[in-house]
């Protein structure tokens, strides 16, 4: 009786507001502001390190492309195939419907980052170290668009912090909502916790330029590996999880915590080269601020 005073009615409007037919959804707003805390880190990364402001330009155009259309596709792939695979085109029509997976979306980044440190012959660990800072706090941030949504939800539970979520069940008295595990909430916890570590890290110790991979590897393990023990509280997302083992978000978890214990280990033993300026396409950049200053 106690834990059912306390548990949480959440009847959240998914909309900030309405012009006509265009809506402004929170979920869409935590992902522009993900986006846009993204660009701040690394600018700062960059002036911190000595680095010109030409490759965060090409990053950012690169890592926000992969990171939109790999979670688009990864979600079409990974849960809807069967429907996709027969109507291709309502990957980008149907955008609106929704479907987005992390999954994709960390694939679709690491291909950007790979694209921006090619084009800029520089090193692809100093993208994959900096990038988790950013990923770890704006995957917090979606997590709570998740839960502004009602979605991704977890399992009927009686813990004293449930969640009923209203919008799942129309129509129904409240004392008759079952209560359910705040899953988005739990994911948001670890993100932030993983955050503060690796800000620690990077802007304390320095790790990203003394051992560069550890950083990433702490990352993806904080992100990947917390995931599969979350999703042991969740509801199945598609219909055919019912009768897996393991469902689709842990199967595709472990590949990254595979890579995440690799690139530690390859890291802490130095394994992975050191980004200078020197070394990177912006040296003209730096030589005519020298010139400027000599006149």
């Keep these: 009786m106690l834990n059912n005073l306390l548990y949480i009615v959440w009847d959240f409007d998914p909309v900030m507001f309405s012009i006509g037919g265009f809506e402004l959804r929170y979920y869409g707003l935590m992902w522009a502001i993900t986006f846009l805390l993204g660009e701040r880190f690394f600018t700062n990364y960059a002036r911190r390190e000595g680095f010109g402001m030409q490759i965060i330009e090409t990053g950012f155009i690169w890592i926000v492309l992969g990171a939109i259309l790999g979670a688009r596709i990864g979600h079409c792939l990974f ?23 992390s999954h994709g979306s960390a694939l679709g980044m690491l291909f950007g980052m790979w694209m921006t440190a090619r084009k800029h012959k520089m090193s692809y ?24 949504n009602s979605e991704i939800v977890g399992r009927v539970t009686d813990v004293p912090w449930a969640f009923q979520f209203v919008r799942l069940h129309p129509n129904m008295p409240i004392e008759s909502i079952p209560a359910q595990h705040p899953a988005q909430l739990y994911e948001a916890l670890c993100y932030i916790i993983t955050f503060v570590i690796l800000c620690v890290m990077y802007y304390k110790f320095d790790v990203g330029r003394r051992k560069p991979g550890i950083m990433f590897g702490v990352g993806v393990m904080g992100v990947f590996f917390t995931r599969p023990f979350i999703e042991m509280v969740k509801m199945n997302q598609e219909a055919f999880e019912a009768n897996m083992f393991l469902n689709m978000g842990q199967l595709l978890s472990l590949p990254f915590i595979a890579l995440a214990l690799y690139m530690i280990w390859q890291g802490a033993k130095g394994r992975f080269p050191v980004a200078r300026p020197d070394c990177v396409e912006n040296r003209p950049e730096k030589e005519s601020k020298q010139n400027k200053k000599k006149r």
Excluded at 132 to 137: E, L, N, Q, R, W
């Design 79 to 101: 849960y809807e195939f069967d429907y996709y695979i027969t109507k291709p085109w309502a990957i980008i029509t149907e955008f609106r419907n929704g479907g987005m997976a």
């Design 125 to 148: 660990v100093w993208w994959l170290d900096r990038i988790m800072i950013p990923v770890t706090i704006g995957g917090a941030l979606v997590r709570l668009g998740n839960l502004m």
